[in-house]
């Protein structure tokens, strides 16, 4: 589980507050951050690290969680583009969104 709240909050901005991290205008006020951008690749470097190494030992699956203050926004992001990564990588990605609907 790794907390995304020391990101800038697209909730505190009127024209992104009621959209989600799957609309493009917050995806893009979230990855405009350095820290973003920087987060998401060592995410991306750890389970490149860190996947090999499950298949190995026979692990059939690995849950890794991001969370943000209302799960709308700044997790979901990510999460999508780490979605994005992964698939990019030959592997079928499950996720759920929690806190959204």
Known sequence: ????????????VDR???LD???????????SFEESRTLLTKIEDLLQFLLPLYQREGKAYLTVALGCTGGRHRSVTLVELL?????G?????VVRHRDLD
């Not at 991290?21 to 917050?26: F, K, S």
């Not at 990588?89 to 990605?93: H, I, K, Q, V």
């Open 1 to 12: 589980m790794l907390d995304c709240r020391f990101l800038p909050n697209p909730h505190f």
């Open 89 to 93: 990588m030959g592997l079928s990605p």
């Open 83 to 87: 979605r994005r990564s992964l698939e």
């Open 16 to 18: 992104l507050k009621r």
């Open 21 to 31: 991290g799957r609309d493009t205008a917050v995806e893009k006020f979230v990855m």
